[in-house]
């Protein structure tokens, strides 16, 4: 769930097998990619050796066919890859899969439409569903930015979540942090009006560049008159979040819906 962007690039971009963004070395140097217009943007990992289980290794080898959708330039069709007609979540950055797979299984009627680029993640997530025998949930193991920008369709999307984000805590590496202008424009153009844009974070300073920039997002407002929002019942809490707020630590939700 960590992809950041630069302040002069048009959107972010994630690496495939690569570590996480927390693990980057102190280091101004960054992975470039080349969208198809042209325009180089920050990606927000590093390419390294990541570890992945016997169980992961082989729920990507047997379940990825039945539960993940190959990245193509072409608008994803959501009744066709759901096999129904429901509103459709986007997931960021799911991680090892376990709110993603909680919140589908509270909200059966919706599609949750997961994205994440690690191996370890996308096998855990596999291994969920096929042991939870859920139906409305699919994967998509690419860039986030390019699966928005070419495969969602403007005004279809019911909500995005974007939890606990790489916080780029640094300040050198701010421009790599994912909640950026230009990401968050492409992410309201692609959910319909009514639809809802969800963050939340454990870093202060990260919560206050999320609603400065989403504040600033002329298509959005806030549902919250505090600027933050309570954390909604349908976001379990974490185990890692738990474990934070005991020590003191705070964490930030933010709720903003289409106009």
Known sequence: MNMTTSPNSDLPAPADNAAPAGDAPASDNVITSTTPSGAGHIRSFVHRRAHITPGQK?????????????????????????????????????????????????????????????????????????????????IIQHDAVEVARDMIAPNSLAGVHIYFPDPWPKNRHHKRRLIQPPFIA?????????????????????????LEVLGAEPSLVNTSPDGYAPRPEFRPQTKFETRGLRLGHGVWDLIFTRK
């Open 58 to 138: 082989e729920a990507l080898d047997r379940l990825m066919p039945l539960w993940s959708l190959p990245y193509r330039r072409a608008t994803l069709d959501f009744t066709k890859a759901f096999g129904r007609n429901a509103p459709t979540v986007l997931e960021i950055g799911f991680g090892m899969g376990e709110t993603t797979q909680k919140i589908a299984a509270a909200r059966p009627d919706d599609n949750f439409l997961g994205i994440e680029v690690f191996n370890a993640g996308v096998g855990a997530m596999l291994k969920r569903i096929d042991e939870s025998g859920q139906q409305n949930i699919r």
């Open 186 to 210: 492409l992410l309201a153009s692609r959910i319909a009006p009514g639809g809802y844009i969800h963050c939340a974070t454990d870093w202060e300073n990260y919560a206050e560049q999320m």
